[in-house]
């Protein structure tokens, strides 16, 4: 009995480290460098907290940029509040069997404090980077999944997605320039 128990305990313990693994795979960038798909629920999580740092961070460019920044923040609230509804709507549907989290990650929430006290030139010139960096995240997780997702619903949906994305970083290099 007891090494029947010690047994199921040693599985467990196996089956949870594997998946720890691979998320320990996703989050450290080396399923983007050998352009592996995420797991679902890796690529619910990364779509949903990226979404929540691009709307809060272009909220922020709103009261704070200048014109032509404001005009592109606008739009990232719009697009990002429509991709994540989509998204919340595909996981409470049953589609996907995914948790969309609550709040974004803490590097996330790091470099929005960052802007939350930079003000002018500084402030515009620090959401312009975090927009490319970000959309360039985006992009790549959104590629790998439509092409080599799990999930047959997310991953047409993360297909039909990717080319806003990538219409997105063409104008975050815009405004880089």
Do not use: C
Not at 24 to 47: I, Q, Y
Not at 82 to 102: C, M, Q
Not at 139 to 146: I, S
Request: charged share 25%; hydrophobic share 40%; net charge negative.
């Amino acid at each position: 009995m007891i090494k029947t128990s010690l047994t199921a305990a040693s599985l467990a313990l196996l089956l949870a480290s594997s998946a720890m693994a691979q998320t320990a795979a996703e989050k450290s960038g080396v399923n983007s460098v050998l352009g592996v798909a995420p797991k679902t629920e890796d690529f619910v999580a990364e779509a949903a907290t990226s979404d929540m740092f691009e709307i809060e961070s272009s909220k922020l460019a709103i009261e704070r940029a200048d014109s032509a920044t404001k005009t592109f923040a606008q739009q990232m609230v719009a697009d990002h509040t429509k991709t994540s509804d989509e998204l919340k709507a595909l996981v409470s549907s049953g589609k996907v069997k995914a948790a969309v989290p609550a709040e974004m990650t803490s590097s996330q929430q790091s470099m929005l404090d960052k802007l939350k006290g930079l003000q002018g030139e500084d402030f515009t010139k620090q959401y312009h980077s975090d927009q490319e960096d970000v959309h360039e995240d985006a992009v790549d997780l959104f590629k790998r999944y439509g092409e080599e997702g799990e999930n047959a619903d997310l991953k047409a949906w993360a297909a039909t997605t990717r080319p806003a994305l990538e219409h997105h970083l063409m104008m975050a290099k815009d405004l880089n320039k």
